[in-house]
């Protein structure tokens, strides 16, 4: 398949003899190759052969719509440059500002993961102690269903004339976003608790601390990472506007510039790194959610 | 002779609850006597809502006594205590621990992990659960559960084990079977047991005594003294006698509710 693709690109005429590279090449060998490496595996496994089965068509789907889009644009102009750059230059455009992508692509990790572990922090904190006590949810309770329904990018503005940094700023937004589902769902998770969890506990003589943190903790885990992961997919959205709008670095900030310059190529390239780095850090997630959550019915293994 | 531990004393209690309108309060117990010596086995029968959850729940000390005193060898109790064990009807396993760490808990929780530890092992291959140490909880049968639960209350040794319909939910085969291991673990620890349940067959196979309550308030009717050795025939007429009058008893206690209604 990529090997027909690979050729619809080699041989059909271009439009206006636009200039190519290989790296698209490449790129469709690779993925012929790694698709081709699957298949000699699943002669040795069933269960990869199984696997590859089912998932044949889309990488079929997958590599044709490729094929479909350089048609469109590289081949035939029915999609127009500037706005619709063919494969091939997103790939040089991406592969020219590489560094600059990967500083990009660091800084905005930083602001993430100090946004999201302040915020996720401090969502425990209130979350687990309004759970356990009636005084603590009597004040929290009113403060997260005022602030809660707020969509933390509304701060924006304010923050950008406040703050003293916007780097700070920007992490006091993407805390607060990750702040409101962290709160709530710790808290419901341990309003949810059984009541025959903590006696038992009582009756085979834990105190206060290890009701907290051997009985409380653990059960309300479920809920707490239910609300980590929408709080990952607030953050990310906040993540993007803060660095679109005001902080000068970072993936957001760099689709911004290259808009600029009027670089679609590099623009597309931004989101497709976008697409891969935020699948990396989601996927990091729920590795770490099903290690801790192995226990749960659903997950063998 | 030694003075054992073990000894529950009840004392006219009476237990009211506040309902849920606020207006109106519930008579869960009303003068309840009991005396239970340390190592006996007594049972408590009566239909579902008699209150015979709540008693034992004032003598595992998860409740309070509206009136009168409940006293745990010469010492009233207040509060929960691991002398005083509970084996729930069932889900009250720990979900995130595995079987070995589930049993291990009270023994972490009183400091006593270190010296303890292959007793967790022992109490695991004597319920036949060795291959299922490091299962979780969700895995296992319904019956098993309820060994590790029988199992982890165990662990921490306590003078008397409280079991509030452990085997209520399970199938009657199984049920017959965690029977004779209670009776077995009994015989091997000597603690004092009282068990609840509405299972008639279940008190007289089991118990060397018998308590039937009657529901609102909850009062006890009646007190049974049953001396068949063990293991006992559930098909004898000894049994079935006992049988009769206990279920004679029950309906006795709901005509008795009935007119009580009027």
Known sequence: MAVIVT??????????????????????????LIVLVKFIRSLFSKKSFENLLEKAPLYTAGLLLFALYDYATLKTGILPLPYFPWPDRILNGIYEDWALLLDCIKNSLILLFSGYFAGAAVGLLTGLSAGLSRRVRYWVLPLVQILGPIPSTTWLPIILIAAASLF??????????????????????????????????????????????????????PNIFQGLTQGMSVACTALMVAEMMGVESGLGWYINWQRGWAEFAKMYGAVIVICITFSVVNFLLSLIKRRVLRWQEGHWN | M?????????????KIFARA????????????????????????????????????????GLESVTFGQAYCDGEVIAGAN???????????????????????????????????????????????????????????????????????????????????????????????????????????HKNTMILITHDVDEAIYLSQRIYIMS?????IVKEIPLRMSYPRNRGSSEFTVVRNEILRR?????????????
């Not at chain 1, 006696?199 to 409380?216: D, N």
């Not at chain 2, 869960?28 to 015979?52: D, H, R, W, Y």
Request: aromatic share 8%; glycine share 8%.
């Open chain 2, 21 to 60: 309108d606020l207006n109106s309060t519930l008579v869960a117990l009303e003068n309840v006597n009991m005396e239970i010596q340390p190592a006996e086995f007594v049972s408590i029968v009566g239909t579902s809502g008699c209150g015979k959850s709540t008693l034992l729940r004032i003598i595992a």
């Open chain 2, 215 to 219: 529901p609102r308030p909850g009062r």
């Open chain 1, 7 to 32: 050729m619809q690109y080699k041989i059909t005429p271009n439009l206006n003899n636009a200039a190519t590279t290989d790296i698209y090449t490449g790129f469709i060998l690779l993925m012929g």
């Open chain 2, 82 to 188: 691991p002398k005083r064990g509970l084996v729930f009807q069932e889900h009250s396993l720990f979900p995130w621990l595995s079987v070995r760490d589930n049993i291990a808990f009270g023994l972490r929780a009183t400091g006593r992990y270190k010296s303890g530890a292959d007793m967790v092992d022992r109490l695991i291959s004597r319920v036949d659960l060795s291959e299922f140490a490091d299962s979780y909880p969700h895995q296992l049968s319904g019956g098993m559960r309820q060994r590790v639960s029988l199992v982890r209350a165990l662990v921490v040794s306590p003078d008397v084990l409280l079991l509030d319909e452990p085997l209520g939910a399970l199938d009657s085969f199984t049920r017959m079977n965690i029977q004779d291991e209670l009776l077995k673990l009994w015989n091997e």
């Open chain 1, 168 to 221: 700070g700023g920007s992490v006091f937004l993407i805390a607060l976003g990750v702040w409101y589902p962290v709160t709530m769902t710790s808290m419901q998770g341990v309003l949810n608790i059984p009541k025959a969890n903590f006696e038992a506990a009582r009756i085979l003589g834990a105190g206060r601390a290890r009701l907290l943190f051997k009985v409380a903790l653990p059960a309300t885990m």
């Open chain 2, 2 to 14: 030694t003075k054992r531990a073990g000894h529950i004393s009840i004392q006219n209690v009476t």
């Open chain 2, 250 to 262: 029950l309906d006795f206690a709901k005509e008795e509710q009935e007119e009580y209604n009027l």
